[in-house]
Every structure is written in structure tokens, then in C-alpha cells.
């Protein structure tokens, strides 16, 4: 088993798990497409905001405007939500039943939801210091990349009610399977996205 | 007789699998935990030089997220070919792209700004 190949981006289902571990391999290699067009997307959104950072236009900058331990808070919810789902992902691999795989994805919506709503109340105290998304090129960038990955948070939580849904509706079908497969990588790969985000925007902009 | 023994195998054998693939989780959030908390304490509690800084930080960015690529997204050398080939070139299109923006941009700014004493 050590020796198997690995097929495709993410936890592979392994042989165990029949022809459902062979639909895998080009539906993941499609979606890990996707992402990694998601992740030149972000890329030239960040490239935005870097040339943008020193345009503040007399406005708040990033001292006035960043609190770090709110923006901590909100890496570790992240982090724990990556691993979470991470033993969802196991949970579904070695079969430990669907109430197991049921409750680690609650657990992590309920981590995602609590990290949006840290990220939301983020933004209002930056509104009410000035810091709105018209007051200058930097903070232009900023609201294009920051809430374009709390946007994608919001797209998976969605997605994740969606599976916890259609597991409740058809059972671990091969469809849901490979849903839920989908849905890791998207969401570790939020993950990733969340790592350059607290870098290249909170903590250099706070140095 | 023969048939138990093969299923007892292949059942100690996933047990096995399963241990270590749950100890890969465990290292993953174990690792990123000190390469998230060590960037924090240093911006936060220490007044080290800017430019040092921000290297450390990017540094340390740089390796959590081959961190979370090894241990969340299970990617390795024993990747499948075009999945391999998928994320290098991918990787090499955002260095580019988003390198050539900041140094193009960059550059421009400090060409606009020169000229300001004659």
C-alpha cells in the first residue's frame, strides 16, 4: 500500500475503495486545474495590492487600520479548519461511518463561519476608521484581495452545507465521494492562499 | 484458511496506513502552528530591522505553504507525472507574473519620482 502511486492531488480514496478511487482521478485532476487558475487569479490580485500598498493617498494606512491579533485569530480558526476537515477526509477513507464524517465537517463550517465572522468584523472596524475601499489605491487593493478569499470561504461553507446535504439525501454514494474530495482541496488550498494573505498584507504591512 | 489470512493482512495493513496517514495530519498542523506563531511573535514583540523582517516573513511563508502542499494536500514525488508538471508550471507562471508586475512597477515608480529636484 506504501508503494501505491499517488493519482491525484489530495488523500487518495486507495484501491479499497473500488472504481470510485478510479472516477477520482479525473475529476480531482480537472478540479486541481481549476485551482491552480484560482491561484494565478489571487496571484495578480496580490501583485495589485503590493504595487498599491504605499499608495494611502494621506489616508489610514496599515498601522492605523490592522489589528494582528484579530487577524491571528483568524489563522489559527483556518488552520484548524484545514486539519479538521482533514480527519473528515479520513473519516471517509476508512470508512468510520457517516455520523464521524458528519460531525468533523460541522466542525469545520463551524470554524469557517467563526473565521468570517472575525474577517467581517474586521472590515467594519476598518470602516469606521476611515479605511473604506474609496479612500485610496492602496485600500482599493486591499478590499480586492482580502474579501475575495472571504469570498471564497463563504463559496465553500455553501458547498460544504450542500454535501452535508446530499450525505443525509444519497448516502456516500460515488458522486458525494468525490465531492467532499473536492471541496478538502478547495479548502486547504483556501488555506494556502489565507498563509500569503496574513504575510504580504498583515504582517509586512504591520513591520 | 487462506483467504482470512490475506484479509487479516490487508486489514493490518490499512490500520497501518491509516495510523500513518493521521500522524501526517498531526505533524502538518504541527509544523504550521510554530511557522505561524514564530512570524506573529517577531513582528509583534520584537523591533527587528524592516528589510530583515520581511524576508524572515516570506521566508517563513514560503515554507508553511510547502508545509500544507506535503501534509494537507498530500503532494510528493510520487505524484502522478502531469499532476507534477500541472503545479510547477503553475508555479512558474505566478513567479513570473507576479514578480514582473512588482519589478516593472516598481522600477516605474522610482523613474516617476526621480526627476523631482532638477
Known sequence: MSHETINYPGLNLGSAHGADHDAAQRMM??????????????GMVFATYVISATATAGGPGPHDLYDIRSVFIETLLLLASSFTFGMASLALKY?????????WLAITLVLGVAFLGFELHDFITMFAKGGVPS??????????????????????CIWLICLVGQIARYGL????????MRLALFWHFLDIVWIAIFSVVYLAGLT | MMMHAIDADGRAERKDEERREFRSYVWGIALALVLTLLPFALVHW?????????IVIGVFALVQMIVHFRF?????????REDLMLILFSAMLLTIMVAGTIWIMASLALRMSMPAQP
Open chain 1, 29 to 42: 485532476f480537472g478540479f486541481w486545474a481549476f485551482l491552480m487558475s484560482d491561484a494565478i487569479l489571487f
Open chain 1, 95 to 103: 470508512r468510520h461511518g457517516k455520523p464521524r464524517l458528519i460531525g
Open chain 1, 135 to 156: 479612500r485610496s489605491g492602496y485600500l482599493s487593493a486591499f478590499f480586492d484581495l482580502v474579501p475575495l478569499h472571504g469570498l471564497h470561504v463563504t463559496a465553500g
Open chain 1, 173 to 180: 454514494d460515488t458522486k458525494v465521494k468525490l465531492g467532499i
Open chain 2, 46 to 54: 520584537f523591533g527587528i530591522p524592516r528589510f530583515t523582517l520581511l
Open chain 2, 72 to 80: 494537507f494536500l498530500h503532494i510528493g514525488f510520487r505524484q502522478r
